[in-house]
């Protein structure tokens, strides 16, 4: 695999690439060129060629990629070739969602357990895990070599599951809490609905004036 440090907003393209491949191979799409890919991610062709350049690939000049072994060569950078623990804090609405979510488990990531300090949630059952108290999260994440946690909590509580999580060995935090996070070294990506409404607002503004 190619050790090129990949830029970040080339990774955040990746899945989208992917998501094309898999669309196109459902199709019967055995080769796929630039163009192709650049009108299902709406950016342009010379993008997705410097893109996947750093996967080692530049594809065969009028015949374009092959779908499989692209599609292979993403996930490896992804590192979408093994399975991947995951735990959920904060099971309302939104955790509860996740929770339910079938694609994650697709792209093997795996829900190993659903975690919240209310009483009235502790004991209840989502899909098939029973959610349990929070204070059984570290003993849980280290039977399961969990490396990711999804912060589903209010805001004012999201800051110490961060701590606890990184404490206990969690590598990587999803947030979708309306916060920012002070870690020490978990890589964290933040998930805000509301700021993305608000810049949806900012473009509709602009389309109609």
């Known amino acids: 695999m190619n050790s090129v440090t990949i830029p970040k907003a080339t990774v955040a393209r990746l899945p989208l690439y992917l998501h094309a491949l898999e669309i196109l191979a459902a199709e019967g799409t055995c080769t796929v060129s630039s163009e192709m890919l650049a009108r299902r991610v709406n950016v342009n062709a010379a993008k997705v060629r410097k893109d996947l350049s750093f996967l080692g690939t530049h594809g065969v000049r009028g015949v374009g990629y092959d779908s499989s072994e692209l599609g292979t060569r993403i996930r490896e950078a992804l590192g979408l070739t093994r399975d991947f623990g995951v735990v959920i804090v904060g099971i309302g ?30 004991g209840s059952k ?79 503004r602009h389309d109609q004036s």
Do not use: K, W
């Open 93 to 122: 609405n939104l955790g509860a969602a996740l929770a339910n979510y079938d694609g994650f488990g697709e792209q093997r990531f795996h829900i190993v357990g659903l975690y919240d300090a209310d009483p009235g949630t502790i």
């Open 126 to 204: 989502v899909g098939d895990l029973v959610v349990r108290d929070v204070r059984h999260m570290p003993a849980d994440i280290a039977e399961n070599n969990v490396e990711i946690g999804i912060i589903a909590t209010p805001a004012a509580v999201a800051q110490e599951v961060a701590t606890q999580l990184e404490q206990c060995g969690v590598r990587s935090i999803l947030n979708f809490a309306q916060t920012v996070l002070q870690v020490e070294q978990a890589d964290v990506r933040r998930v805000d609905l509301s700021t993305e409404l608000q810049i949806l607002g900012y473009y509709l």
